[in-house]
């Protein structure tokens, strides 16, 4: 089945500079990637999210990129805010009905 | 409001008893999940749900058990055969096929046993 790994666990940035965390997946099958931001004590809610036919994807301040000959996928925050600090979770799926595999998250801190 | 909720947001019970976990969502959606949440270990597929009356084990499926027999409805039960079961249990909602796969996720409902 497929296998989504995701670096770093934790990263610190500056208020203002970028943050960029990475996934890989192990299913050449799968073809839909999201991203989830999840607040301390909340669910995790969907920041963006790329298909297997697009190579970028850019929604304000985010950006998704795939590699799928690689089989990574990586989240760009530019001029990141105190409140982008929380907790991010990549995931992968093939098309259909097949559950999301999920990443073990990124701690990301902001500091003001 | 459209929306998955989940209840309670905080439930404690004794080592040994079962304890069933609310889901409802007014989305018209098909599919339900369970994933069950531990520090460090992301999110991780209990059961889920594609259809009315089905539903599917995932990866972490002993010790709990699922129904599904509304479509607006995915209870979780978390059985005395589950040898952890403290954790932030989280339940959430897809429209099934369509070329569409968000997930939408409730707030979350966190288990402690005693």
Not at chain 1, 75 to 103: K, R, W
Request: hydrophobic share 30%; net charge neutral; with cysteine.
């Amino acid at each position: 089945g497929e296998n989504v790994e995701q670096h770093p666990s934790t990263l610190s940035v500056q208020e203002g500079d970028s943050a960029v965390i990475k996934c890989t997946y192990s299913d050449s099958a799968s073809n839909y990637f999201p991203w989830y931001k999840q607040e301390l004590g909340k669910g995790p809610q969907l920041i963006i999210d790329i298909r297997s036919n697009v190579g970028e994807k850019k929604d304000q301040r985010i950006a998704v990129t795939l590699n799928k000959t690689a089989k990574h996928f990586s989240l760009h925050i530019t001029e990141t805010q105190p409140e982008d600090s929380a907790v991010y979770f990549c995931a992968a799926s093939m098309s259909g009905n097949t559950p999301l595999v999920f990443g073990k998250g990124t701690r990301l801190s902001v500091i003001a | 409001d459209g929306g998955i909720t989940q209840s309670p947001k905080y439930l404690f019970r004794k080592e040994g008893q079962n304890v069933t976990l609310s889901c409802e969502q007014n989305l018209n959606h098909d599919a339900m999940y369970w994933y069950r949440q531990d520090p460090g270990q992301g999110l991780r597929l209990i059961y889920y749900s594609q259809i009315v009356n089905d539903f599917q084990k995932g990866d972490i499926a002993e010790g709990y058990s699922v129904s599904r027999e509304k479509k607006e409805s995915f209870p979780l039960t978390v059985t005395s055969a589950q040898k952890n079961p403290t954790a932030f249990y989280l339940c959430a909602s897809s429209i099934r096929g369509q070329g569409r796969h968000e997930q939408f996720f409730g707030p979350g409902t966190r288990l402690t046993v005693l």
